[in-house]
């Protein structure tokens, strides 16, 4: 079992940084590749990012790559999600989701969800 719970989200302008956080608890958080997803109202829940168990492979949604970065602490189990250079676009709910699936690149197949933070990018 993993809880993972995310902050860090808020109303920002566009151009603007923000890093969203999750700490998950549980003993087996380095046993999972973890991720972020995200959901905009009215549209499907995608895929962001994702990083594998030990956190050296990560993988990224082409609408994100360049500007978004996941990294992981396993000791302190943690995960991340840094977003720079925001855009209208990016407004959605992000979640912080587990998966025994290391290599794992979409939107299903993953074991746990946190209940997701709020990011809101003007115009």
């Known amino acids: 079992q993993v809880l993972l719970v995310e902050s860090g989200g808020g109303l920002v302008q566009t151009g603007d940084s923000l890093r969203l956080s999750c700490a998950a608890s549980g003993r087996a958080f380095g046993s999972y590749a973890m991720g972020w997803l995200r959901q905009a109202p009215g549209k499907e829940r995608e895929f962001v990012a994702s990083?594998?168990?030990?956190?050296?492979?990560?993988y990224y949604a082409n609408s994100v790559k360049g500007r978004f970065t996941i990294s992981r602490d396993n000791a302190r189990r943690m995960v991340y999600l840094q977003m720079n250079s925001l855009k209208p676009e990016d407004t959605a709910n992000y979640y912080c989701?587990?998966?025994?699936?290391?290599?794992?690149?979409?939107?299903?197949?993953?074991?746990?969800w946190g209940q997701g933070t709020q990011v809101t990018v003007s115009s």
């Open positions: 989701a587990a998966s025994s699936r290391n290599d794992i690149q979409s939107s299903s197949g993953w074991n746990y």
């Open positions: 990083i594998s168990r030990s956190g050296g492979i990560t």
